[in-house]
């Protein structure tokens, strides 16, 4: 969906917007924004970006022609909490967490900071997956509450050339807990056979996501990597332990009150990862 010219210009969801985006989530797995963040601060992360990726292609000795992670080029990595990935306009963004807070109340966590990016020259896509495994393994009969939100944030214009996330919506989210256990049938074989669709979309768009939404990388035929931020949100109740993001401490302490709330549960005072 798009968001009004009125909501660009004042930063502020609409009730009904909010509304619609909740239920989506709830119904339908996920919701997507398109073109929300201005291109000159999406052309700035992108830049920043592929600094990280060439370091990663460097230090691991990969090559795109000889392919890795099982021919599917694709590079999950950890971002550094620093400009301009950590902007409140990324991990607090007016958009975002209106919907995050109402799924996953107002004392929700930022809990993960990181990208995932479809290399060129893949030859395979990712295995059908959800991102969170089951808490009660085969014991659960249930359909759980959500837990986790993901954000994503596409650096570039993703189509259909350049290794589109696949996503299987309209209920997968909704399974009970067995179906993300290491015993459950294998989605791969099933989603052959269910509906999804590639989720192309310009750059500056924000997707918002059940983590058990049904999901795979695809590969890249373009020559530029297909960038994207991977944010998680969690439910606070569902946190019991200290989180890993370090968040040296002056920039914890430029935050507003919101977003250090946000990363309370996080390693503040530890300097940025090294990339
Ligand atoms: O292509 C994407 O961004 C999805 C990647 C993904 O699901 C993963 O690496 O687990």
Known sequence: MRL?????????????????????????????????????????????????????????????????????????????????????????????????????????????????????????????HADMGARFGDQCEANLPITNLIVNYPLVDVTLENGPMEVWPGGTHLHPDKWYSSNAHDKSVLAEHMHSFKAVMPAGSIMIRDDRMWHRGTPNGSDQPRTNIAMIYSLAAAIHRPGDIQIPQETYDAFTERTKRLVRNERIGVPVIES
């Not at 969801?13 to 709830?26: D, F, G, S, Y």
């Not at 992360?45 to 990280?52: F, G, R, T, V």
């Open 4 to 128: 009004s010219a009125e909501e660009l210009a004042s930063g502020k969801l609409k009730p009904e917007t909010t509304e619609l985006a909740v239920q989506l989530i709830r119904i339908n797995g996920y919701v997507l924004f398109e073109e929300v963040l201005p291109r000159t601060q999406v052309d700035q992360l992108n830049c920043h970006m592929s600094d990280k990726l060439a370091n990663f292609m460097t230090k691991n000795n990969f090559t795109l022609e000889e392919g890795f992670h099982d021919g599917t080029n694709h590079i999950g990595l950890y971002l550094p909490f620093e400009k301009p990935f950590c902007e409140e306009s990324i991990i607090a963004n007016p958009f975002v967490l209106p919907i995050v807070e109402q799924i996953l109340g107002s004392d929700c966590l930022l809990t993960y900071f990181a990208s995932n990016t479809s290399m060129p020259k893949g030859t395979k896509p990712q295995k059908v």
